[in-house]
Each structure stands twice: as C-alpha cells, then as structure tokens.
C-alpha cells in the first residue's frame, strides 16, 4: 500500500558530499515526520535527522552544520544533503515515515511508520 524508496547513496572521498532521497508512494493522505536514521556495522540503529511536516528539524549531534534534511511535501519526498563526509559517516541509511494512508481493504485512513529499505553511504579514499 505504501512504499518508501530511497537512492543517492554510494561511495565518496573523505570530505565529499551526497545527497540522499527518499519518495513515499501508494494510498496516501498525508504525511507527519519523515527522517533519516544510519546504521553502521555492528552498532544500533541511530537517529540522524528528522524534520516535520511544518519544516520543523532536529539533528544528531554529530551531523549538526554538516548535513541538512528538507522536504518536498508535494512529492512526499524527503532529501538528506550531506557534506564534509567522514568514515564515521559510513552506514546504511534508512528513510523513516509517519504516514497515514487508505487501506487497500476500504475503510477509514490508518496511520503506521515506514521504512525503507536502506542505502549503502561508503566513504574512502
């Protein structure tokens, strides 16, 4: 019913910059907070940034001044530019949606958290 499909990752030097986005598809009425969280091998899942359907952000600490998070809520797509990479950068980055939708079975809109499924930001010279 509701899919979220991410792209832009991909491997860059130490200090480079990407720009990752992530579209939100299928029976949707609106969508609340979007965001962007990392995982790097071995570790938890961690929040990177996440910003409100009122352009509202809030950044993990260690990307503060570095990476910036936008949205186009007409394409119901979220975008994550970053820059001044580091290997500490290095992860799977996931997009993150609260989202409500019609249900594919009728009835009233249900509202539910999607995932998708991750892009692979490697960074090395």
């Known amino acids: 019913q509701v899919q979220l499909v991410e792209s832009g990752g991909g491997l860059v030097q130490p200090g480079g910059s990407l720009r990752l986005s992530c579209t939100a598809s299928g029976s949707i009425l609106s969508v609340n907070e979007m965001g962007w969280y990392r995982q790097a091998p071995e570790k938890e899942r961690e929040l990177v940034a996440t910003?409100?359907?009122?352009?509202?952000?809030h950044y993990a600490e260690g990307v503060k001044g570095r990476f910036t998070i936008s949205r186009d809520n007409a394409k119901n797509t979220v975008y994550l530019q970053m820059n001044s990479l580091s290997s500490e950068d290095a992860a799977v980055y996931y997009c993150?949606?609260?989202?409500?939708?019609?249900?594919?079975?009728?009835?009233?809109?249900?509202?539910?958290?999607?995932w998708g499924q991750g892009t692979q930001v490697t960074v090395s010279s």
């Open positions: 993150r949606a609260d989202i409500w939708y019609k249900p594919a079975t009728g009835g009233l809109f249900n509202r539910d958290i999607y």
């Open positions: 910003i409100s359907s009122a352009d509202s952000t």
